[in-house]
């Protein structure tokens, strides 16, 4: 996703989220807390947004967020059950009503052809 689009993304996800009386979390891996720092750049986030992990480690991933060993030795850190793990995680943590997950390969390095970069 492009920083324009997460932007946007957001942007939505903020009028929505403002106008009702739902609250977020967030759970990052490969962004480092990139997509909360979006999040509380914008003026009344602070009605809606909770916080968030950052678990760049699969070890975080476990102990903080509740992913189970065998999603992660099954699918690995960069899957779409993973992420999903991450985000139930994150909601149960901080006692949200959504959350926002996200794993990937970050660049330049360390990619393989089945997960590029």
Do not use: F, W
């Amino acid at each position: 996703m492009s920083p324009r689009t997460l932007q946007r993304t957001l942007k939505s996800a903020h009028t929505i989220l403002t106008n009702g009386d739902r609250t977020l979390a967030t759970a990052e891996s490969c962004t480092g807390g990139m997509i909360g720092a979006a999040i509380t750049s914008m003026a009344g986030s602070s009605q809606y947004y909770r916080g968030g992990v950052i678990a760049y480690d699969n070890a975080v991933k476990r102990r903080v967020l509740g992913v189970a060993p065998r999603i992660l030795s099954k699918h690995g850190a960069v899957s779409g059950p993973t992420v999903l793990a991450m985000a139930r995680g994150a909601r149960k943590l901080l006692g949200t009503d959504c959350a926002i997950a996200v794993s990937g390969i970050a660049g330049p390095g360390g990619g393989s052809p089945a997960k590029p970069v």
